[in-house]
């Protein structure tokens, strides 16, 4: 059902968060009822939409514009942010706190203008405020404006799939635990798929997703990765998935047995019902990929049951299990990665650029009283972009900017890192190792070609990185591993094809290098592994305005949160 004029959907945070869409040039009219609060394996409470883990889904056509009503009847402040919408001028609606909006307080309301422009098939939205999305998201799909724009065959049924997630014991704890202890935070307790552990948990055998199939039929499965801190492996039993899109955008059709898929990024893949009768039962299953040595994570295995519909015995039978890639499986899961390719015709001329920014992105200490704290040696563990840990400040970044308040913000953000040395090396600079607290942002001239290289480190521990640009797709030139070489990597740079999205899986012990134009206001970069953004892998692009009318930033609304 898609989202069209007069729309209401209730949002449910602890107590509720109320959300009014209206859906521009549409006239249709849907409800949402408010819920009571959600439970899910252990009776407690947790942040909810509409009392729904997760969300309601947003069904929307190309290029809409819809209006969100977002009202706060929760205990903690909260903002939302619509992932993967560009948002053309419009910084205002973006989501994140202290960047481009004060959050919501409890009992109080924001009108968010949500504009659509590229994007296609699955983006989705989310809580950008302290913790709180690991409960409070959703997907949005955005549909072409007529049925019959698909480049694919035809869907019998679109379905969102959504991978969580899950723990015992309220987020908020977990948060506040996590930052008093200056270490890592616990480990989930389960994954989830639409907001189930799955039967392998037996608090969840009865409320186990199944997705009723019929033989010969196609289906369109709009996954996100909603997980707080996890990249996943996702496969389907005796099916194969064919990739047709990512991030909101249509890619080339690619078939696999598996997909990869990072914390704050989505696929569109298709699921072709093809086993013949007798059909029998099959898993779907998420599990981790993860690289970090010496680090424990949540190694368990969740899933949900594809059943064909017309089997009488299906009750009885135990599903088949998928073979995932094991965990660690670099190779597997940077060739698919490699694997994607865009089906649209490139957006601007990839041949040079602009402004280039070089940036380490690294996991880092800072000095615990006492060497008291749970990071090595007694250390507060921080992460960095340039060397930098971001600080949040205690108004709005956008409001700073627009209103020329001074001492909010500096704008030195360095172009490249401090020191330039074996970024994969073992004898590594120890002064490096604890980073400069700020808060300081990057000043772009509008209509500009920015690349950046992200630059892994292994100053404390080397790992992956799901970097997410707010207000852009990117396309992706190239990654490897190692030491990023400005003289021969950018040789074999992808510049036909290459995959266009907002966030980007920087390899372990490796780098990655992105492109965009500069077209649009005030956005955020970070990582989206939720730890690391709490440490201060972020910093914040301001792109000044054009000449003309057209390309110059919206005023902002009327009623924004307080700080």
């Not at 706190?97 to 590229?118: A, D, R, V």
């Not at 977990?174 to 270490?183: A, T």
């Not at 070089?358 to 007694?378: K, V």
Request: proline content about 7%.
């Amino acid at each position: 059902m898609l989202l069209r004029n007069k729309i209401s959907v209730f949002l449910l945070l602890s107590l509720a968060i109320f959300i009014h869409c209206e859906a521009l040039r549409r006239h249709h009219k849907f409800f949402v009822k408010e819920a009571s609060y959600t439970r899910l394996c252990e009776t407690k409470d947790i942040l909810t939409v509409n009392g729904q883990f997760p969300g309601p889904t947003l069904h929307v056509r190309k290029e809409d514009t819809i209006y969100v009503k977002v009202h706060n009847n929760g205990r903690y402040n909260i903002t939302i942010h619509w992932h993967g919408v560009k948002q053309p001028r419009n910084p205002w609606s973006d989501g994140p706190e202290y960047i481009t909006q004060c959050p919501i307080q409890p009992g109080h309301s924001f009108n968010y203008k949500i504009i659509f422009s590229l994007e296609i098939g699955t983006i989705w939205w989310h809580a950008h405020s302290d913790w709180s999305r690991a409960t409070v998201h959703g997907a949005i799909i955005v549909h072409p404006k007529s049925r019959t724009n698909y480049p694919f065959s035809m869907p019998h049924e679109e379905v969102p799939i959504i991978l969580g997630e899950w723990w015992k014991e309220d987020i908020m704890t977990v948060l506040q635990e996590f930052v008093e202890s200056g270490g890592t935070p616990r480990d989930s307790d389960a994954y989830t798929i639409n907001g189930q552990p799955g039967d392998l948990y037996p608090c969840s055998s009865e409320e186990t997703f199944k997705l009723n199939v019929t033989y010969g039929k196609i289906y369109l499965l709009h996954m996100v990765n909603a997980a707080m801190n996890e990249i996943l492996f996702f496969s389907i039993a005796n099916h194969s998935l064919i990739v047709v899109g990512a991030d909101g955008s249509y890619t080339k059709p690619l078939t696999k047995e598996y997909v990869l898929i990072s914390p704050g990024q989505t696929l569109d893949c298709l699921l072709e019902a093809n086993q013949v009768p007798p059909h029998g039962r099959y898993y779907m299953a998420t599990r981790a990929y993860t690289t970090a040595t010496n680090t424990p994570f949540n190694n368990t295995t969740t899933t949900a049951i594809i059943q064909y519909n017309g089997d009488d015995y299906i009750s009885t039978t135990s599903p088949i299990l998928p073979s995932l890639p094991y965990y660690n499986d670099t190779t597997t899961a940077f060739e698919f990665i490699n694997s994607l390719r865009t089906l649209d015709p490139l957006l601007f001329p990839l041949d040079t650029h602009d402004t280039q920014i070089y940036s380490t992105i690294s996991i880092n200490t800072f000095p615990c009283r006492n060497n008291t704290c749970d990071g090595p040696n007694g250390t507060r563990l921080a992460a960095s972009m340039n060397n930098i840990s971001f600080v949040s400040p205690s108004i709005s970044i956008l409001k700073a900017y627009y209103n020329h308040i001074t001492g909010i913000f500096g704008t030195n953000f360095p172009s490249n890192p401090p020191l330039y040395y074996n970024f994969m090396g073992s004898n590594l600079p120890l002064f490096l190792q604890t980073p400069e607290r700020a808060t300081e942002v990057r000043v772009i001239e509008y209509n500009s070609i920015v690349e950046v290289v992200f630059q892994g480190t292994t100053l404390v521990v080397g790992l992956d990185h799901p970097m997410h640009l707010h207000g852009f797709s990117f396309y992706i030139l190239g990654w490897g591993f190692g030491n990023f070489d400005p003289c021969k990597n950018p040789l074999s740079y992808n510049r036909v094809d290459l995959p266009f999205r907002n966030t980007v899986l920087v390899p372990i012990n490796g780098w990655a290098t992105i492109r965009f134009k500069a077209i649009n206001s005030v956005w955020f970069m970070h990582c989206h592994l939720e730890r690391h953004l709490t440490w201060g892998m972020n910093t914040v692009f301001i792109v000044k305005d054009g000449n003309r009318t057209e390309e110059r930033m919206l005023p902002p609304p009327r009623k924004m949160p307080m700080c």
